[in-house]
């Protein structure tokens, strides 16, 4: 059932505020898919005024995008207060002195995603990596984020594909009919949600990167680390049986290659632009009647 792959977001939110200290030690894979991101940004050639990071964490692309556009105001953007506190660090002692207008100003600011606590037309970019895959509604939040950028501003995420955690999803599958593991949307499927959500001229790419790990338990450590826990309404309630843990570690076994257990992400990259705002062509005869001419 859809149902079993809708998130809690209460469960989610208490997940990453949890993970917040823990996370840094963890996020090796989201600081790469942060570089990579950024590296993409050479290639285009806008300089926003304000850049929305949203689903900030704990700073780190918040920090980068400062150190890119230095003349750039920034509103960080995340469910978890406990990652905000992570986030912010403490103000040097000479630019405690400075007026505000003058200091690299990054905004903290708590929200979902879905529902973002922000004025229209506010914003001339929009950031976020590996954040949107936490939304229950993408193509709400997809428009949440056109209602907030200004005409001509830039849509630049990424996200999981479906084949993310694939050797865990199949692993699990060995035991029980739970839903183990977060439904992630596919590329082309994201592509259309832009288009229907009034994103002009998408592009889409993805990629995929492999971390590899001692043992399954070193996997799931990780994941809980950086905050990714299974939240899905169609998840087990009670714990999993030593005998189905047994199961599931045996299967994931059975990959093991150079001594080694894989852990397949699939990164799925895009970004688009909200179409300028047009303007009516009055015919000659029409400006004249209004007194325009």
């Known amino acids: 059932m859809i149902y079993d792959h809708i998130l809690d977001k209460r469960q989610l939110r208490q997940a990453f505020e949890r993970a917040a200290v823990s996370y840094d030690q963890s996020a090796v894979l989201q600081r790469e898919v942060c570089e990579r991101m950024l590296s993409r940004l050479d290639y285009i050639k806008y300089i926003p005024d304000r850049i929305l990071d949203m689903g900030s964490g704990t ?65 001339d970019m929009i950031w976020s990596n590996l954040t949107i895959q936490w939304c229950n509604d993408l193509k709400q939040a997809f428009t949440e ?5 200004k005409s001509g501003g830039l849509l630049m995420f990424s996200t999981f594909g479906p084949d993310t955690l694939k050797e865990l999803k199949q692993a699990f599958k060995t035991v029980d009919g739970y839903s183990h593991i977060n439904r992630f949307t596919d590329m082309h499927d994201i592509g259309d949600l832009l288009v229907h959500s009034g994103f002009a001229t998408p592009v889409m790419d993805m990629e995929y990167i492999t971390l590899t790990y001692d043992d399954v338990m070193d996997i799931m450590r990780d994941l809980k680390a950086i905050g990714a826990r299974n939240v899905t309404h169609g998840r087990r309630r009670g714990l999993t049986g030593k005998g189905a ?6 299967h994931y076994e059975s990959l093991r290659q150079a001594g080694k257990l894989p852990a397949t992400y699939e990164i799925v990259y895009g970004h688009a632009w909200k179409p300028e705002a047009r303007q009516a062509v009055l015919k000659p005869e029409t400006r004249r009647k209004l007194g325009l001419e």
């Open 245 to 250: 843990w047994r199961q599931m570690m045996l």
């Open 145 to 149: 984020a056109r209602r907030v950028l």
């Open 59 to 123: 700073g780190y692309g918040s920090r980068k995008l400062g150190e890119r556009y230095p003349r750039s105001q920034l509103v960080a953007v995340d469910i978890a207060l406990a990652m905000h506190l992570q986030a912010r660090p403490p103000l040097p002692r000479w630019q405690q002195w400075l007026p505000l207008a003058k200091r690299h100003t990054t905004y903290y600011v708590g929200g979902d995603i879905e529902q973002l606590p922000l004025q229209n037309t506010c914003v």
